[in-house]
T-cell receptor, first 116, second 112 residues
Framework: AQSVTQPDIHITVSEGASLELRCNYSYGATPYLFWYVQSPGQGLQLLLKYFSGDTLVQGIKGFEAEFKRSQSSFNLRKPSVHWSDAAEYFCAVGAGYGGSQGNLIFGKGTKLSVKP | DAGVIQSPRHEVTEMGQEVTLRCKPISGHNSLFWYRQTMMRGLELLIYFNNNVPIDDSGMPEDRFSAKMPNASFSTLKIQPSEPRDSAVYFC??????????FGPGTRLTVL
């Protein structure tokens, strides 16, 4: 069965510091991978996605993620965090795109706090 | 585009009452998803539709939950009767060809 693990429930970084949020997935085929961000009281906004091709993908707000098949990982990175990045981040894998399924399997999320 | 629209944004009701949540997907999108988010279980897919047809409702908790999509621009999620354990944030999302999903702002449901 497909699954997504985000090992870190809560991370605190200082403003201006670099950030890496971890995501590991379990999926039998080539996965479609996503990172979403959720600000308090808001819906989820897509940061970036990986379907195929270049394993380093760029997203909005200066975020990037790298797909590593050998490690079943899709970690999210940002070189310099801003206070406005404080939010909850969700990694997701797309189950069965192109086939009969279309749902996303989400990780439990990582809450990011930013220290001034 | 206005994005995915959900109503109401907040709903407080008493146990046993019927609750109806509404969703208007992005125009032109052909897939619609209902999710529930709780602290304990995270984000869970309840049901999704493709071209107005329910494809997978295996995530619907029990018979008290039902969802409909009478046309391409409207869907409802109904809980009857509601219970305190149904308290959660319910999200609707839509997509084109089941790829990238766009989420609405959610409905925060509190059942007393």
């Amino acid at each position: 069965a497909q699954s997504v693990t985000q090992p870190d429930i809560h991370i605190t970084v200082s403003e201006g510091a670099s950030l890496e949020l971890r995501c590991n997935y379990s999926y039998g085929a080539t996965p479609y991978l996503f990172w979403y961000v959720q600000s308090p009281g808001q819906g989820l906004q897509l940061l970036l996605k990986y379907f195929s091709g270049d394993t380093l993908v760029q997203g909005i707000k200066g975020f990037e993620a790298e797909f590593k098949r050998s490690q079943s990982s899709f970690n999210l990175r940002k070189p310099s965090v801003h206070w406005s990045d404080a939010a909850e981040y969700f990694c997701a894998v797309g189950a069965g795109y192109g086939g009969s399924q279309g749902n996303l399997i989400f990780g439990k999320g990582t809450k990011l706090s930013v220290k001034p | 585009d206005a994005g995915v629209i959900q109503s109401p944004r907040h709903e407080v009701t008493e146990m046993g009452q019927e609750v109806t949540l509404r969703c208007k997907p992005i125009s032109g999108h052909n897939s619609l998803f209902w999710y529930r988010q709780t602290m304990m279980r995270g984000l869970e897919l309840l049901i999704y539709f493709n071209n107005n047809v329910p494809i997978d409702d295996s995530g619907m908790p029990e018979d008290r939950f039902s969802a409909k999509m009478p046309n391409a621009s409207f869907s409802t999620l109904k809980i009857q009767p509601s219970e305190p354990r149904d308290s959660a944030v319910y999200f609707c999302a839509s997509s084109l060809s089941r790829v990238e999903q766009f989420f609405g702002p959610g409905t925060r449901l509190t059942v007393l």
